[in-house]
Nanobody, 120 residues
Framework: QVQLQESGPGLVKPSQTLSLTCTVS??????????WSWIRQPPGKGLEWMGV???????HYSPSLKSRTSISRETSKNQFSLQLSSVTPEDTAVYYC????????????WGQGTQVTVSS
């Protein structure tokens, strides 16, 4: 059973960088052909896919967030991380990490989500 757990500060000040880490257990982030995503849900809005890091370390980002987003990984710890720079209150959301199966099944495992509020 794959489990994902998000961690990081729950409160970030405007203009700062939001940093979150997802710790994966029950499976390796380097196993072909899985990909590991960050997704967020602002209050009262739908899910927004932010970006992904694949099993081989390649990354892809949402065009709307690409200039502010970076996803990296630490294979020795089986973790991947999100950095979102220059945050504003509009970046307030529940942030999820998830595994994409790389098949028609799409995303098959989710973390429980972590609330991040951007406020001074």
């Amino acid at each position: 059973q794959v489990q994902l757990q998000e961690s990081g500060p729950g409160l970030v000040k405007p203009s700062q960088t939001l940093s979150l880490t997802c710790t994966v257990s029950g499976g390796s982030i380097t196993t072909s052909y899985y990909a590991w995503s960050w997704i967020r849900q602002p209050p009262g809005k739908g899910l927004e896919w932010m970006g992904v890091i694949a099993y081989d370390g390649s990354t892809h980002y949402s065009p709307s967030l690409k200039s502010r987003t970076s996803i990296s990984r630490e294979t020795s710890k089986n973790q991947f991380s999100l950095q979102l720079s220059s945050v504003t209150p509009e970046d307030t959301a529940v942030y999820y990490c998830a595994r994409d199966s790389g098949s028609d099944r799409g995303i098959d495992y989710w973390g429980q989500g972590t609330q991040v509020t951007v406020s001074s």
